[in-house]
């Protein structure tokens, strides 16, 4: 995204999380995003009478990622940070 205008910024990722205005007159625009990861469920051994034993039900996990993205006064992206290197 770095180099791209403002307007691809918002095409792509949508109305930004927070927007921070810079004594420059450069603004930060942040978003958070949210993942969602679904693990089925398990079950572990089983009886000839009972059928499967020590079942665990399926286990839901959210992460969060961040992006910053810094905008110039001409609305170019200069500058692109993510949590964890990625997202």
């Known amino acids: 995204m770095v180099g791209a205008n403002l307007s691809k ?3 792509e990722f949508g109305p930004p999380s927070s927007v921070v205005k810079l004594k420059n007159g450069s603004r930060i625009f942040s978003y958070i995003f ?12 089983y009886s000839y009478y009972f059928g499967a034993v020590d079942c665990f039900p399926p286990e839901v996990e959210e992460r969060k990622f961040y992006a910053n993205f810094w905008v110039d006064k001409n609305d170019k992206i200069y500058k692109a940070e993510f949590s964890n290197g990625k997202f």
């Open 9 to 11: 910024l918002i095409e």
């Open 34 to 45: 949210v993942k969602r990861y679904v693990y089925p469920s398990t079950c572990t051994g």
